[in-house]
């Protein structure tokens, strides 16, 4: 999978390599950290031009040099500004202490800082690279900026989030605006990280893009670039069959809402056939309320085994509001050789016994798509899910190569994973899309691409970000059913 170069999505390990890979290909390494401090300085100007004074948070190391040379570049702009260091610039070594030397503006303890009107904070405390709780000063620092209100523009990322995870190491600062530098880390977009990047702006200070490709690996953000060309192309010679078929299982009768929004879904995203699979308790509740979409009677395992023998039924969804128990496990089983979407109460059905379902869809190419959100996933996956050591991305990597199926591990940072290694983490879902009934739509959605054609990854990072997208249509206070109506194929 090749990224476009603006949806490269680096760890901190990776980029300190990059750094030292450009230092030895010849590049004048402080250069590059006088572009970056630059940028950062005018990003405060451009951004913050009635700032009244420019107060700048330095690190003990190379985040700390830029924040030397963004002071420096803000001095010789005329603006006043105020220095801060957390520990003894003396100490600094390397660039940035090269940074120190060349910045003709003196410093205080960070301890000595007091907000004043008009402030605005250049945080270059600790980049991407944070893997430990921030000291208590920057932390008590940090509860000042935060109660006096003051503006943070953060350089690379804020401190305090990790690059690595998105996660808050201890106290982390709220910035209206990060900039970073080639790339973006992953903390860029995974929760909270996201949340207090603010904007972020990506600034290339002169890295070659070889360079960056060389350490990249498969995970990046979700867009289009990934999965377009897999999505099928619409033709004048075709008819419903070559569409696909999807089918949606139904709950009880008072249960059925959830499987019909999955259902519409999955025919607005493009499936030429879309049938309920309803008990027969629910099939009048059902068919008043359905037009094109078909419908079949389904009760127990019996009958599902002989209608599986149309072998055009190769897409099915499971769970949304279909109940828990061994009827659940039991139709995943006979759907072993078909494509799955397991949703909801699909997968709390597995709870007690999550290797049955893993067994049953082990061998021969990925045909299972896992939708849990937090709950469902640490059901499915209870060790993955308390490991504190690992973020969300090799969280839903180990899950999809231990159930051999993709895994959208839902949330507002949603990942979606596959068996080898793939990952991508979605970032256009509004935060409006947390409503009830969403999950339902994103399952069929994902539902009717696979009908389709569209393979398991891609048909669950395109659902994921045609859900973000349809959302943003639907506009706040949208309803799940406003959602289904907003979906585009």
């Known amino acids: 999978m090749t990224f476009p170069i603006k949806d490269i999505l680096l760890t901190p390990k990776a980029m300190a390599a990059v750094d030292k890979a450009a230092a030895r290909s010849g590049l004048d390494s402080f250069a590059l950290m006088q572009r970056a401090g630059q940028a950062v300085a005018a990003a405060a100007l ?3 031009p009635q700032a009244t004074r420019y107060v700048v948070l330095c690190g003990p190391g190379n985040n700390g040099g830029d924040g030397y040379v963004a002071a420096e570049a803000l001095k010789a702009s005329g603006t006043p500004v105020s220095l801060f260091h957390l520990a003894d610039p003396q100490l600094l070594e390397g660039d940035a202490a090269s940074a120190f030397e060349l910045c003709d503006v003196s410093g205080e303890d960070l301890l000595q800082y007091r907000p004043q009107a008009g402030d605005l904070i250049i945080d270059a405390v600790f980049g991407a690279g944070l893997s430990r709780p921030v000291p208590a000063a920057l932390a008590a620092m940090i509860e000042t900026v935060k109660a006096a209100d003051i503006p943070v523009i953060a350089a690379d990322l804020p401190s305090g989030v990790c690059g690595l995870t998105g996660r808050i190491m201890g106290k982390a600062f709220q910035a209206v605006h990060t900039v970073t530098f080639m790339a973006r880390k992953r903390g860029h977009l995974l929760m909270p990280g996201r949340e207090l990047c603010g904007n972020v702006e990506v600034f290339d200070i002169g890295i070659p893009e070889r360079l960056l490709r060389a350490e990249a690996d498969l ?13 099928p192309k619409p033709v004048i010679e075709t008819h419903k069959f ?3 078929h999807l089918v949606v299982f139904s709950g009880g009768a008072t249960a059925t809402g959830a499987a019909r929004m999955s259902a519409m879904a999955g025919f607005r995203i493009g499936a030429g056939l879309v049938t309920i699979a309803s008990p027969s308790e629910a099939l009048s509740v059902n068919a008043a309320s359905l037009t094109a979409i078909m419908l079949h009677e389904i009760d127990n395992a019996e009958a599902l085994t002989q209608w599986l023998e149309d072998k055009r039924l190769t897409t099915f969804v499971l769970g949304p509001g279909f109940g828990i128990g061994e009827k659940a496990r039991a139709f995943v089983g006979l759907l072993r050789d078909r494509n799955l979407v397991l949703d909801a109460d699909g997968i709390s059905a597995f709870r007690d016994q999550p290797q049955t379902l893993f067994d049953a869809f082990s061998e021969g190419e990925t045909r299972l798509v896992l939708t849990p959100h937090e709950g469902e996933f640490a059901r499915l996956f209870p060790d993955i899910a308390a490991d504190d050591n690992i973020g969300k ?13 993709v895994v959208i591990y839902k949330g507002a940072d949603s990942v979606i994973a596959a068996p080898d290694g793939r990952a991508l983490i979605n970032g256009n879902a509004p935060p409006w899309l ?3 009934g969403s999950g339902d739509v994103l399952a069929g959605i994902v539902g009717g691409l696979l009908a389709q054609g569209v393979p398991p990854f891609e048909a669950a990072a395109a659902a994921v970000y045609r859900h973000g997208e349809a959302a943003m249509r639907g506009g706040e206070g949208m309803t799940a059913e406003d959602l289904v109506a907003a979906v585009r194929p």
């Open 219 to 231: 995970i990046g953000e979700n867009a289009p670039a990934f999965w377009l060309d897999q999505l």
């Open 393 to 405: 991305v090799e969280k839903a990597l180990q899950a999809a190569r231990r159930s051999h199926a």
């Open 242 to 244: 070559r569409r696909g």
């Open 434 to 436: 947390a409503t009830a």
């Open 46 to 48: 451009r951004l913050f």
